[in-house]
């Protein structure tokens, strides 16, 4: 029944992708708004089929239908529940299902959105665009990576769960579908991209559709790679958050060129440029979500975040390629009509910050996706495997880095059109004495390095720059001056801030050693005493615990664990992290203690600031839920406030800017 009713869904989902597409075209060419208004029926037909099969598949898990080769494979009658309910998303067929109902709820949303205007051929090409990509996926569940193939199982059968790796943090059960939330979202501002160069209005009007449809993503997709480094450090046991792993890349790759469309659209709605390049961002955005995807599901790729090689992945690439082709078609196309009516009269303005801002989120993503792929090129090419490591990545981004945290200092208080030095001497007065005083403060706490000490001024630079913002912003709006774009972006700069302090101390000032202890035996690391007090075994449904009792500081008692899991018999470390707001510290076992002495090695990791780059990601979360709501316009007519007009170049330039500032993340 199970597979039955999936397949059904399936059938639904694609069917109604595949009716949709035809409806619509014959209404956009006969001029007939009736069809066109069937959209929104449509869409409802593919999310039922989608929630269909969804169900059909969490019902299979949960009740152990092993004839369902997917849970016959990944299914366990001692998996706990909420990893039984993930466990849909922890393997190749289960994750391309998910896919196809977050999409098929965005296909939805954005026809219910659009309810009243479905007679609009910018929103029917949207919707036109959004069931291909819709027919593609439910193509692929129905094919290559179909989730209910059938499977006779053997009497008494219990599968072997997901794996052990995916299910001993309650993160898994989070970390995929807000990453897949941001993934999938960027189909919305593609496809109006694509409908806005099919029917030739590439003015400024898309981009009101796809503003906040790009935030919702990005917010989502900052979440997902947030929780996902969290995840790697409170699982793996290494004590690290981010590797450059090719899948952790293949999800910030779309997250950086997302993130300069954000910006460079402002740009275009304010003086009408950069539309060849905002809609290339947003068509390499939705690109590089499919790329990624390739990477994860391929194989082609060893990660502990990659599944299994299976037929997908050249119908992955094929279908990148696709999506590739026709971007750059269609921008072609309508190239005559791209060009912008507006220049930059200067670089010292916002716009030429914004441009320069643009340059390098490319640049650091041309790193990224170069330092990724270029390997698995010279594989494919000669056989050979070549490995691009951490030291790669870090020397060729810090540059870059150092320059970006300048920009969010300088960008948000520059004057549209031409900025003088006055203006830039009178707005950076107090972030540059904020840089200065964070740096005074670093050196204070022992901090070494010019790497480090510059990146510690850079942040209190631009920190300084966010906060004075703010409280301008505040002044003038009260508690509305922390809601808006403008003001939303300021909050999510400083969430962007934290991280990047808290990732050059945590890297540059790490810790560490191996001790061997027997039981009430001490020793100290990095200045903390760490005492070994025992071990105990405790009995799981799917797994034996093998917890290690270790005393840190002579306070609280911590408990890293050995996990053995009974199908598989695989052994999977379980840290325990003592988090304070200036240093985290990391303990994780090796190894079972010795049956005869009772000795265990223990791993301590000493990392200062760990904590605020969870805090720094919430910050840009709420920023970017702040960012969602409309801020309220500055009356021009109103006179300015004392506390800006200190000055006439300020009353000219900074009074009559939009909310002070024009930044997003």
Not at 55 to 75: C, K, N
Not at 612 to 621: A, E, K, T
Request: with cysteine.
């Amino acid at each position: 029944m199970n597979r039955a009713l999936g397949l059904a869904g399936l059938l639904v989902g694609l069917g109604g992708c595949v009716i949709g597409i035809g409806v619509l075209l014959n209404g956009l060419r006969r001029g007939r708004p009736h069809l066109l208004k069937l959209g929104l029926a449509y869409s409802l037909v593919v999310l039922f089929g989608a929630v269909l099969s969804t169900f059909a598949m969490q019902r299979a898990l949960i009740t152990r239908d092993f004839s369902v080769e997917f849970v016959f494979d990944h299914g366990s009658s001692t998996t706990p529940l909420l990893f039984n309910i993930a466990t849909m998303w922890s393997a190749l067929e289960g994750s391309i299902l998910l896919w196809g109902l977050i999409l098929a709820g965005y296909i939805a949303t954005v026809a219910w959105r659009f309810r009243g205007r479905l007679e609009d051929p910018l929103v029917a090409w949207a919707l036109v665009t959004m069931f291909a990509v819709g027919v593609f996926f439910f193509g692929l569940m129905l094919t290559a990576a179909n989730p209910f193939r059938g499977v006779v199982p053997p009497p008494g059968y219990d599968g072997p769960g997901p794996n052990p790796l995916l299910q001993n943090h309650i993160l898994m059960a989070v970390h995929p579908p807000m990453l897949y939330l941001g993934y999938v979202g960027f189909t919305v501002p593609f496809a109006f991209a694509v409908a806005a160069l099919v029917t030739g209005r590439v003015g400024e009007g898309w981009l009101v559709e796809t503003r906040r449809w790009t935030l919702v993503a990005w917010g989502f997709l900052t979440a997902g790679i947030v929780l996902g480094a969290w995840w790697s450090y409170e699982v793996l046991g290494w004590g690290g958050y981010w590797k450059w792993d090719p899948v952790e890349n293949a999800s910030f790759l779309p997250w950086l060129t997302g993130t300069a469309y954000l910006h460079s659209v402002m740009v275009q709605e304010r003086r009408g440029m950069l539309r060849v390049w905002n809609l290339s961002l947003l068509c390499a955005t939705f690109a590089l979500t499919i790329l990624g995807t390739f990477l994860t599901r391929s194989g082609v790729v060893e990660s502990v975040h990659a599944f299994s090689s299976g037929t997908v992945g050249p119908i992955l690439l094929g279908f990148f390629a696709v999506v590739v082709a026709v971007s750059v078609g269609l921008i072609g196309w309508r190239g005559d009509q791209l060009r912008s009516p507006g220049r930059i009269d200067s670089p010292v303005s916002r716009e030429g910050a914004f441009l320069a801002n643009n340059v390098l989120f490319a640049a650091f993503a041309f790193v990224v996706l170069l330092g990724t792929v270029f390997p698995l090129i010279i594989e494919a090419l000669n056989g050979e495997r070549l490995s691009v490591g951490v030291p790669f990545f870090s020397r060729m981004t810090m540059p870059i880095g150092f320059a970006l945290l300048t920009l969010m200092a300088v960008a948000p208080v520059l004057p549209w059109r031409k900025g003088t030095g006055e203006v830039l001497r009178d707005r950076l007065w107090w972030p540059a004495w904020g840089g200065v005083a964070c740096l005074v403060l670093a050196l204070v706490v022992g901090a070494t390095g010019p790497t480090v000490l510059l990146a510690f001024g850079l942040a209190g630079f631009a920190a300084g720059s966010a906060i004075r913002q703010l409280a301008l912003a505040a002044r003038r709006q009260g508690w509305r001056g922390f809601v808006g774009r403008a003001n939303g972006g300021m909050v999510v700069h400083l969430g962007t801030i934290l991280v990047a302090v808290a990732f050059a101390a945590s890297t540059s000032y790490i810790r560490q050693a191996e001790v061997t202890l027997a039981p009430g035996a001490s020793s100290t690391v990095a200045g903390h005493e760490v005492t070994y007090l025992g071990s105990r075994t405790v009995e799981r449904d799917n797994r034996v615990e093998v917890i290690s009792q270790v005393r840190v500081d002579g306070g609280r008692v911590y408990e890293p664990r050995l996990n053995r899991y009974r199908m598989g018999g695989m052994t999977i470390g379980t840290p325990s992290v003592r988090v304070g707001p200036t240093e985290d510290v990391y303990l994780s076992v090796s190894s079972s203690p010795d049956p005869v002495t009772g000795e265990v090695t223990i791993r301590v990791i000493v990392q200062p600031l760990v904590v605020w780059l969870w805090v720094g990601g919430i910050v840009m979360v709420v920023g970017t839920v702040l960012s969602l709501f409309p801020g309220r316009r500055r009356d021009p007519t109103a006179p300015t406030s004392a506390g800006v007009t200190s000055g006439g170049a300020r009353r000219g330039t900074e009074g009559g800017d939009r909310q002070g500032a024009e930044a997003v993340g």
